[in-house]
């Protein structure tokens, strides 16, 4: 099976543009999480989706936002960038609805400029 | 709210040596708690994990213990071999229907050849 996959891999905005991150679960994979890791705080967990409804979100603005689509594939945005958006953005796929293996993507490294 | 501390921030053994790793959780209610290794500019990979239910868990020089009235819980690795070098990550999945996962701050582990 193919692992997780992101795109792009590296991604270079200005303050106050918008970006969209891809993922692709692994397939049969329903539930994808996103989480925002910077060398600072570590691992912070952004949010989850499973079957296209979003369960939970982390403590991040309104500016952070996703979706998932009917093939479990997902997408993040963020809007009006800040240079403190700045960070590797990974993605988690699992396969069952709750307390399962979560298996990583490489992450988009996104700097903002 | 949900917090996991993880002690110490970086470690440095000899090769051969055992290195210990501990994390300790906030919330109660966690069920599920997974251990994660980082190597430089690669995603994180799933190295073990343990549940509520179980409180010592060995894959090979890999063992995971968990104390649910201290909640605390730890990674112990033997015999460390310098391949063994990465930040490794603890986490805590909080009550509930999901695959979120709290992580620790992670800890830098060098093993000197």
């Known amino acids: 099976k193919a692992g997780v996959t992101q795109t792009p891999r590296y991604l270079i905005k200005t303050r106050g543009q918008q970006v969209t991150l891809s993922c692709s679960p692994i397939s049969g994979h329903r539930s994808v999480s996103w989480y925002q890791q910077t060398p600072g705080q570590g691992l912070q967990f952004l949010f989850e989706?499973?079957?296209?409804?979003?369960?939970n979100k982390g403590n991040f603005p309104g500016r952070f936002s996703g979706r998932q689509f009917s093939n479990s594939r997902s997408e993040m945005n963020v809007s009006t960038l800040e240079l403190g958006d700045s960070a590797l953005y990974l993605c988690?796929?699992?396969?069952?609805?709750?307390?399962?293996?979560?298996?990583f993507g490489s992450g988009t490294q996104l700097s903002v400029l | 709210g949900e917090n996991v501390e993880q002690h110490p921030s970086t470690l440095s053994v000899q090769e051969g040596d055992s290195a210990v790793i501990k994390c300790t959780y906030s919330?109660?209610?966690?069920?599920?708690f997974p251990w994660y290794k980082q190597e430089l500019g690669k995603r994180p990979q799933l190295i073990i994990d343990i549940r509520s239910n179980v409180g010592e868990k060995k894959d090979q020089r890999i063992a995971v213990t968990l104390n649910k009235t201290a909640k605390h819980f730890s990674l112990h690795i033997t015999e460390t071999q310098p391949e063994d070098s990465a930040v490794y990550f603890c986490?805590?999945?909080?009550?509930?229907?999901?695959?979120?996962?709290?992580f620790g701050t992670g800890t830098l582990l060098a093993v000197q050849p």
């Open positions: 986490a805590a999945s909080p009550g509930g229907a999901t695959n979120k996962l709290i």
């Open positions: 919330d109660s209610a966690s069920n599920y």
């Open positions: 988690a796929s699992s396969a069952g609805q709750l307390n399962e293996k979560l298996f």
């Open positions: 989706y499973f079957s296209e409804t979003q369960r």
